[in-house]
């Protein structure tokens, strides 16, 4: 019991950490969430995390909340993801709470508009960072298939300015079925 407590206690101060150092939204938080809980604690492996990454990315509401949902709930079961959840929300909840406060006073602040220019900057960084891992995990994977499905994503979305929730929709349908069939080979008997 005592050890169910430990990893209580360290999945709740672990998200409420990693949310209030976090500035730039929830992108921002999936490479220091893969640091904390596949490298430093090693509860969840890579491909583990990966997976429950896309299916927060994928589903409705903040990455940051949908990925700490996930990973508690691996990690410890229900009482994991709420307490992942608690300490995701409570540190951007107290510290809105506290700059609504004194908002009028740091609002036209010269030296608060540089420093938030300048988060700015490391935020778009984490964020190519994000994107250059899970893209290089699509490539690894040497499915031709998936290559072609991440391509003709960017081009819709990009440059056909196609609405994502149809490209989300339509590349997790292509996904499923590319599995489902890669499954059915491989039980195949040859």
Not at 37 to 52: G, K, N, T, Y
Not at 114 to 138: E, H, Q, W, Y
């Amino acid at each position: 019991m005592e050890k169910k407590k430990g990893v209580y206690r360290t999945l709740f101060s672990a998200a409420f950490k990693l949310s209030a150092g976090t500035f730039g939204g929830g992108f921002v938080i999936v490479p220091l969430m893969r640091e904390k809980f596949v490298r430093q604690l090693h509860w969840i492996e890579e491909q583990e995390m990966m997976d429950l990454i896309a299916i927060a990315e994928s589903a409705p509401g903040a990455i940051a909340v949908n990925a700490s949902i996930l990973v508690g709930y691996h990690v410890a079961g229900c009482l994991g993801a709420l307490l992942a959840v608690l300490g995701t929300v409570l540190p951007p909840l107290l510290i809105i709470s506290a700059v609504s406060c004194c908002y009028s006073a740091v609002r036209d602040n010269v030296l608060v508009s540089l420093v938030m220019t300048g988060m700015l900057s490391g935020v778009a960084a984490v964020i190519c960072d994000v994107v250059i891992t899970l893209g290089a995990r699509v490539i690894k994977a040497g499915r031709p298939v998936l290559w072609l499905l991440m391509g003709l994503a960017f081009v819709a979305v990009q440059i056909w300015k196609v609405n994502i929730v149809p490209v989300m929709l339509l590349c997790g349908a292509v996904g499923a079925a590319d599995t489902a069939l890669g499954r059915r080979k491989a039980v195949r008997p040859a």
